[in-house]
């Protein structure tokens, strides 16, 4: 396993964005505020037969070398136009390097161009969300001015010129790692605060009115606590990641607590989108209290939902099982992509697991014909060994593809995944589109390849 760094460790997770698809997208438009890209364009691939395809499209952005690693940590389309955010300081694209701090964005077609937009985030940009036709974006993550403009780790801005819209609130006390807007009016934000916008009511989860930014009330969790067991590194109370069900009725949350809504909760929990207030659903397994090794208390970095709803994808790290005594197969939930019903219940058990090895997972999307993963993992099939190719396993390095029941697909040879990336620290994000699925990324290294390609380092497209 491959240390991050703290950054790395605690920064928000790709698949958290919303938008309200118009247009391209192939949605209606309605003056709702959004519904998550990442699960919107699940229906929209229903229209493809799928699988996506191994080789990836030329002539997509990439991040420019600078001496320093830098990352991509979620990508969004809003419209005809992609959007980007994470840590970064220039982009190329068709030979030009621009200078571009945090976030960016470009023609979600080839040629792939490159906007004009600089909004410029001197800190790293965890998230972005994007209002219905596509004029304003919120994003959050670790930053202090916008465009220039003063603000504390939120804020709304402009798509156009890049500026700090004035009359949304924009001052979070910590890190903000994950921001939704809900199809009900609300903005959903999470991460390691204790006050947003003026309010310390709702400590690491709050509603946020769209248009003022003010808490409001939506969202009354009361989230606590932290990982606590013999040689577990510091964790913080915090929301790391969210998923909008296909139904936008529903929402996946990850991150670290013991305790939501007067709920034993830990690593992930749903939230049904009541008409007046969000509340902890009756889903969950014991399975999400076990404890991954000490350096990976948090572990459920990433989780998606079938295209239909009924099943619910999670991609993780942690190692292996804490207090491990080294037998095989492995046990437990650390390093794998395992598959769970979506049925609104506890005491629910995976549908089927799938074993890396102890190599991490980051980003998990699913459409009508796979699920994909991606981190900097080296093989699938793998429960027999840790850190080493055991009997049976295949190579999947970067990333990988399975049936809805859980079998790897494979190459035509059948000696390796069909899919693979510059592992690098691992993808943070993948999103399904009606064109294919995009994977943002880093460039550990130097590390820029995607399907044996060149020329990849932080965006890769893959098309149907």
Known sequence: MRRLRKWQLWGGAGVAAAVLGTGASGLPATASLATAATQASHARSALQTGPVSPVPASGTPTLAPT????QVRQI????GTMYAVGKFTAISWNGTTYSRNGVFSFSATAPYAMTAWNPGANGVVNSIALTSNCADAYIGGSFTTVKGTAVSNIAEIDTTTGAVIPTFG???????DTLLLAPNGHLLAGGR?????????HKYYASLNPVTGADDGYLNLHISGTYVYQGAAPNFTQVYNQQLSPGRDRVLAEGVFTSVGGQARQQIFMLDLGSTRGTVSAWNSSEFFQFCAGKHPFYIKAAGWSPDGSTVYIADTGFHPAFWNKTFPLTGLCDVVAAFSAQET?????EWINYTGCDSLYSVASDTSAVYVAGHERW???PNACNTKGPGAINTPGMGGFTHGGTLLKNSKGNAGLYSRGRGLGADDMLITSAGLWIASDNLDGVNTCGGVSGHAGICFLPY
């Open 346 to 350: 506890g005491g629910l058990s995976h």
């Open 193 to 201: 605060f204790k006050t947003i916008n003026g309010s310390s009511t």
């Open 380 to 382: 699938a099939d793998n």
């Open 76 to 79: 969004v389309q809003c419209g």
């Open 67 to 70: 001496g320093t690693t830098e």
């Open 170 to 176: 924009h001052n979070a006390s910590a890190e903000v």
